[in-house]
Nanobody, 123 residues
Framework: VQLQASGGGLVQPGGSLRLSCAASGFTLDYYAIGWFRQAPGKEREGVGCINSNDGSTYLVDSVKGRFTISRDNAKNTVYLQMNNLKPEDTAVYYC?????????????????WGQGTQVTVSS
């Protein structure tokens, strides 16, 4: 089970980025994916997640209306589309997975983590 997160970068406030989480060694039909972020000096926090069975998603209140999560089963990849980015969204973003149906934004539930991708929102 491996995850490869990518797509981070430097963007101005109000801009957009799309992060990708490419999965290998397993299929998304049986594994839920969670997105997390960690800013310097802060604890890792959940951003959102996607269920394995039906692809339904959950987003935390701070990103609801700005971020969306989707997946492409053919590419075995999950995406985090981030719009209207704010400086407080600056963090290293991680995707995580485990063989569960219903996703969660509790980091302790996931055993498998990608390496993280840096997102910096600054003018």
């Amino acid at each position: 089970v491996q995850l490869q997160a990518s797509g981070g970068g430097l963007v101005q406030p109000g801009g957009s980025l799309r992060l990708s989480c490419a999965a290998s060694g397993f299929t998304l039909d049986y594994y839920a994916i969670g997105w997390f972020r960690q800013a310097p000096g802060k604890e890792r926090e959940g951003v959102g997640c996607i269920n394995s069975n039906d692809g339904s998603t959950y987003l935390v209140d701070s990103v609801k209306g700005r971020f969306t999560i989707s997946r492409d089963n053919a590419k075995n990849t999950v995406y985090l589309q981030m719009n209207n980015l704010k400086p407080e969204d600056t963090a290293v973003y991680y995707c995580a997975t485990d063989r569960i149906i219903f996703c969660t934004v509790r980091p302790s539930v996931y055993d498998y983590w990608g390496q993280g991708t840096q997102v910096t929102v600054s003018s």
